[in-house]
């Protein structure tokens, strides 16, 4: 079968980085060909020299046998191929319908048919399962919506492959399996996907050839059936990896922080928990069932109609971060680049944005250099010098970034927002025997996810959410997904 | 509220999302409205057809060039040489008609082109050598106000036919002056390549996120250029229209303009961030400057605490949107 | 139908019939924010008061001289409220002259000062300095102070483009012409500003050194040339010949930094002005306009009486021709 | 460079990526050389101890205005009001002097509160009502011009002692100006707050992302207000410098001035979007500026090709920035 992408000696250097280190690669119709590998190891990159956003240092690239030069994204849709960013291509204050069709609007002489472009926009969202009205601003959607536009803006080319960098990352297991079928909906037609997925699972649910890449280079193209998990993960990581999920014994102490009633407009209603020392909660539920909102409530990031909240007894009034974070309390966003980082500053200055070693206004940076370097070490951050910015990292070690930050904080209790998202194996491990540690401290952690595996392997309790509301909390012996997507959609369990 | 279908609610939303774009508009007209009356109580001769007729011709220049600002404003960029560029594209066109002779509306459409030709070196060194827009158009500040002199040996010149007063000065079938006419024609214009054509959709697009605007395809450079092209044509329309008002080409007009066209602009609800910007709202805050300069000469204000008026008018005008938009937002949760 | 809307709202004070009622007038000057200018509102507010019957002055104008479609605006927003008269100084000749036009038809009374239109109506007195007359006999004097051998002259302008800027301008080249022996080195504008004025002969003294004299068009000039060459070390080695009589310029005169300065007699132009104006209106009769004067100031002449009455006018002793 | 170890290359990277913060500063720096050859071999007059301590002396008001913008800058802010209110601060703080008999220094220190004042109130307009700095500063650029015509009944302001000609026009031991030295001060200490204190690190951090710098609990508002009160205070002794050059209080000082002061910080590597700039860079932008115009007088460039001349030298500038900048991310690929 003729590929219809052909890729050889491909090559990307960055200043000081191979990104992609001649790569050959064949993509072939109808195939769901999944790209593998830890944080920076290059998979971004070169879909990116794909999709011609980037200009290739060097190698040839054929789209269905055509040697195709660089002339910018517009040529490579144009070709065929679409993609799904790992962060959002979107413009906020367009609307749904104005994103899905940028840069190719219905209409002629230079003006744009409206009525068409909404009309074949409502077929699209169709497609992904995206209940949202065209005419509603990009910037009104979360996260998880914004990600399913741009899959369908993804859909909207004809194209021969459809790239999607990390597609799932915020999305949870109904959303999933909605994009599953689409998936499975463009191979039957015969089009390729290319798909990035630092989730174990999906990758032997979906793919039918694996390339696992390492340091920019492939170390092994296979099909999947040649592949188990272990073998997976060794080819990724160069090394074994243990237990993906570290949960540590800990003893669990008295309520760290409790939280009563705490309301804000129709997003959250009468929102109750608590927290113990040395306890992993985990928050469940469906897309936009208001886990962020609730963690942000708390954090004292967004407004609050009403509630309460406690920490070690003592009743907190917390009217924004500082508030919260003076008092022991620290939240990891869900979106990293637009409310995480810093992006022009470096990874030092990002650690210690939220505690920085000051007195009477001036900066230690000897002090603070030593921190960075400590958490670089800790969390295995992969950059020759914690004096670069932070831009220039890959999202994982970007992530690393802002876990760092808030383990300066010295927080005693901690939400972590989808922490995993866009981590590979080998650090989510990582990141999840951190987790563990900071537990065993005696901290108070809150997880976020919209993974059950993690949630069901490292929390003591799970709550779940639902519209806004606390639909209930299990204790560690009654944990199973069905029961947590029960109480998420609201179904009677069917066992 | 309480019982909605979702169908209802995510309509309402919508509703509710693209009202707050309207909201800027809504304020800057409050703040419109609540001058006018204020005038009209305050004096007996502001609400006669004379002084709003004069009031209308007074705003056609700041208008004009507005619109243009605006689009400059929605791609997240600025053009602070729409007032030397006026006075270049000013004192040419006179030129056209005086030294060349050539024939009025001829020379019009000259004056408007040098003003295109500006914009167009604003545009490839914004787009293609990659200067920020503040900077390249400052530079452009400079050069255009020079240019003029030199062109002018800093003389205004004279003796433009009399046929090219109808422009700023001439009266329109029905009693409107045809300032306001060309307004009123401008604006329809600017408002239909906002919201209908390629042009201003990608002009948002590219304010409000610029990468993902390249990672669709957009040609950037190419409408980044345009847009500049537009804002000089339209400055140097300004310009024109200007002249005409003083039957001369002044070498010193514009000087400051570009404040009160940016101005006008922002308090019609364009951010500096790009993005967001109508054409209505112009308008209206370049009504509203225009009418508070009025008003402060009817009134007899000193001219030093008419500054500080209008400084705080401004301030005042978008602290109430930004209140608006605030509002909003919370009710509509 | 515009038009005919504008003709009825003068038609009220039209004809020879003259008003007694209280008097509005809107006395412009070119910019406000000027010593200059401030005088000539003293004049102004000084002859309204001593004028019999009630004459009010609204006193109002831009910020900066070269704004002129700005003066244009105003001075429409003053027709439109109806005032009596107009008295004011034009930006710029041939545009203006529309606006007076205007006001005419209006029957509204108009009386420049400072500045002229071009062409005068007939019915439109000027009272203003002959401003070419009074730099031709500014650089006279200089041209003779600087003695047979000539020398080497820079010229600070303040704003091109404005008639009052270009007609010093015209004054001095005109009399450099017929002295060939007198060379201008350096024409760099002040902006109008002090510190412009400064920085500006400071570096025109560097590229310089053996310059001898400094010809400066207004206020601004004339204090930064003399500050510069004050600490250049060279005062009394430059002539310094300007215009406009700041306090620090007449105590640099005293001094001997500046060796003379133009007085103009801006408060003769506001009470000039306004007396004329409100005559007008109450007789219905034709006023004259005339030459407000100008006299060259120096180190000898600056104590003299008439100079004093002219460089610190007050309402009680007001330095105009007998009523 | 063929062969080197994993480890040399890696610090390699790492030292050129700082390299190109400091890239700008060498662009800037570069455009000052040649210009500064250029002075040299065409003016005899230029390489003079007297012509570059004038130069030097005429650099300070910019310099350290642009010190406080690049700070402003950096927030991605703009304070457009710092020419009025120089010009508020420089007439208050010498009729401070004259009318009310206050010792020198005093004065100086009332004049640089005025400005600080004004620039509290940016301050609180843009953290706590949430107006766009450019708009508020737009506002108090018209509200402060208004206020120091008023004060002063537009009239200039003499009578200083001579003890304030120090600041201004006085030498330091050594015969360096004291203008200069100022300059020196004010850049150190700006050098420390930039790159040492928390002011600084979270100036940068809000202009790199707001949103992060509130979630990491740094109280934005409080920082914000204090940034635009310092660029308010150095406006603010930048007007009293300048009252000092010329011994005096200058209603009309400082028109345009916001435009040379943020082509400074621009030139020297500020980037309008936020989260860049640097005072070495903004010092080598404010001489830049300052040369031409001493250049320009020096070689009696007619007046109106000056202005051409110092819009087309800001472009070059900052397009060889851009370019060194692109050939140092190519030359690493
Ligand atoms: N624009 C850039 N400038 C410099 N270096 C870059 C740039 N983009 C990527 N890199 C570097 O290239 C390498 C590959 O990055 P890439 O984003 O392709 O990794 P990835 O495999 O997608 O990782 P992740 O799983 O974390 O998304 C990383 O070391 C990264 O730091
Ligand atoms: N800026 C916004 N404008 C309008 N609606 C919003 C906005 N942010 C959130 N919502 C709505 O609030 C609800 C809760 O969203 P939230 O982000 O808290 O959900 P979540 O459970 O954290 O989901 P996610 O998996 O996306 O993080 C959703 O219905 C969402 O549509
Ligand atoms: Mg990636
Ligand atoms: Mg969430």
Known sequence: ?495 | ?333 | ACAEVREQGGGQQGGGEGQQGPIELAVVPKAVGFDFWETVREGAVCAARRAEGEVDVQWDGVAQETDVTGQVNLLQNFITQGVDGLVYAATDARVLHDVTRQALDQGITVVNIDSGTDPQPENVPVFATDNVAAAERATEYLVEQLGPDGGKVAFIPFQPGTATNDTRTQGFKNVLEENPQVELVAEQSSESNYNRALQVTEDILTAHPDLDAIYAANEPGVLGAAEAVRSAGKAGEIIIVGWDTAPDELKAVREGVVSALIAQNPFRMGYDGVNAAVRMIRTGEQVEGGDTGAILVTKENIDDPEVQRVLKPSCENPPVEDQ
């Open chain 1, 1 to 495: 079968m003729e590929p219809v992408v052909r890729l050889r000696g491909i090559c990307k250097e960055f200043p000081g980085v191979m990104a992609v280190d001649g790569v050959d690669l064949d993509i072939l119709p109808g195939e769901v060909h999944v790209v593998a590998g830890e944080n920076g190891a290059g998979k971004s990159t070169l879909m990116k020299l794909l999709s011609q956003v980037e200009r290739p240092t060097a190698g040839e690239i054929y789209i269905s046998g055509e040697r195709v030069e660089f002339h910018g994204p517009g040529h490579a849709q144009r070709l065929g191929v679409a993609m799904v960013y790992q962060e959002f291509a979107l413009a906020p204050h367009l609307s749904v319908a104005e994103n899905l069709f940028l840069g190719r609007e219905p209409g002629r002489g230079g003006f744009v048919d409206r009525r068409a472009e909404k009309e074949e926009a409502r077929g699209l969202l169709e497609r992904v399962g995206l209940e949202v009205d065209p005419d509603r601003l990009v910037s009104t959607l979360t996260v998880a919506e914004q990600q399913r536009v741009e899959i369908a803006k993804a859909l909207a080319i004809d194209a021969k492959v459809v790239i999607m960098d990390e597609p799932t990352a915020t999305l949870a297991e109904k959303e999933i399996e909605e994009l599953f079928g689409v998936i499975r909906d463009l191979t039957s037609q015969g089009r390729a996907v290319l798909y990035i997925s630092h989730r174990l699972d999906e990758i032997f649910r979906i793919a039918d050839r694996v390339t696992v890449m390492r340091d920019g280079k492939v170390v092994a193209t296979l099909p999947v059936e040649e592949l188990d998990e272990a073998k997976l993960v060794r080819l990724m990581v160069g090394r074994e990896i243990g237990n993906l999920y570290p949960r540590p014994e800990t003893q669990i102490g008295d309520v760290l922080l409790r939280v009563r009633g705490l309301s804000r407009g129709e997003r959250l209603r009468d929102c109750s928990f608590e927290v113990r020392a040395g306890e992993i909660l985990g928050f469940a539920g469906l897309v936009g069932a208001g886990r962020t909102e609730l963690a942000r409530a708390v954090f004292g990031a967004d407004p609050v109609d009403a509630g309460e909240i406690e920490l070690e007894g003592r009743r907190l009034r917390i009217r924004k971060p500082q508030d919260a974070i003076e008092a022991g309390i620290g939240y990891l966003t869900e979106d990293r680049k637009g409310e995480g980082l810093a992006l022009q500053l470096g990874i030092d200055q990002n650690i210690t944005l939220a505690s920085l070693p000051a007195r009477f206004g001036f900066i230690g940076l000897g002090r603070e250099r030593s921190i960075a370097e400590r958490r670089r070490e800790q969390l295995n951050i992969r950059t020759p010098s914690v004096r670069r910015k932070v831009q220039v990292l890959s999202g994982g070690n970007q992530q690393k970034v802002v876990v760092a930050r808030w383990l300066e904080t010295r927080a005693r209790v901690l939400f972590f927002d989808e922490p995993a998202r866009g981590i590979d194996v080998g650090a989510k491990a990582e990141m999840f025997a951190l987790i563990g540690e900071l537990a065993r401290e005696g901290r108070g952690i809150v997880l976020i996810s919209s993974y059950l595996p993690e949630l069901i392997n490292m929390c003591d309790r799970i709550l779940v959410m639902r519209d806004g509301s606390v639909a209930g909390v299990l204790e560690r012996e009654e944990f199973s997904e069905e029961r947590i997507i029960a109480l998420a959609t609201g179904v009677k369990e069917t066992v």
């Open chain 2, 1 to 333: 509220m309480s019982q909605t279908t979702a169908t209802g609610r995510t309509l309402g939303a919508t509703l509710r999302e693209h009202l707050s774009d309207v909201v800027s508009q809504l304020a800057a007209a409050g703040a419109l409205i609540v001058v006018f009356v204020f005038l009209s109580i305050a004096s007996p001769n502001f609400l006669t057809a004379d002084n709003l007729f004069n009031v209308g011709t007074q705003t056609a220049v700041t208008a004009v060039i507005a619109i243009g600002m605006t689009l400059v404003i929605i791609t997240a960029g600025i053009d602070l040489s729409v007032g030397s560029v006026a006075a270049l594209s000013g004192v040419m066109g006179v030129m056209m008609m005086v030294d060349l002779g050539l024939p009025v509306p001829l020379a019009i459409l000259g004056g408007t082109l040098v003003g295109a030709v500006c914009g167009l070196v604003n545009g490839l060194l914004i787009s293609v050598a990659g200067l920020n827009p503040f900077i390249a158009t400052l530079g452009m500040l400079s050069v255009a106000r020079g240019l003029v002199y030199i062109v002018s040996d800093a003389q205004a010149v004279f003796g433009t036919p009399d046929s090219f007063r109808l422009l700023g000065q001439g009266v329109f079938v029905g009693g409107i002056p045809i300032p306001v006419v060309v307004i009123l024609v401008v604006a329809v214009a600017g408002y239909v390549v906002l919201s209908r054509t390629k042009l201003g959709r990608y002009a948002y697009a590219i304010g409000s996120n610029v990468e993902a605007a390249r990672l669709s395809g957009i040609p950037i450079r190419r409408y980044l250029t345009a847009v500049y092209v537009i804002s000089g044509a339209l400055a140097g329309f300004g310009g024109m229209i200007a002249s005409s008002r003083v039957a001369s080409g002044q070498p010193n007009f514009g000087m400051g303009l570009e404040l009160d066209v940016i101005a006008a602009a922002v308090i019609g609800g364009a951010s500096l961030f790009g993005g967001q910007g109508t054409v209505l709202g112009t308008l209206i805050g370049a009504f509203l400057i225009a009418l508070i300069r009025n008003g402060a000469v009817l009134l007899d204000v000193n001219i030093f605490y008419q500054q500080v008026i209008i400084g705080v008018v401004i301030w005042l005008a978008v602290m109430w949107d930004q209140y608006r938009r605030r509002r909003l937002a919370a009710a509509s949760e």
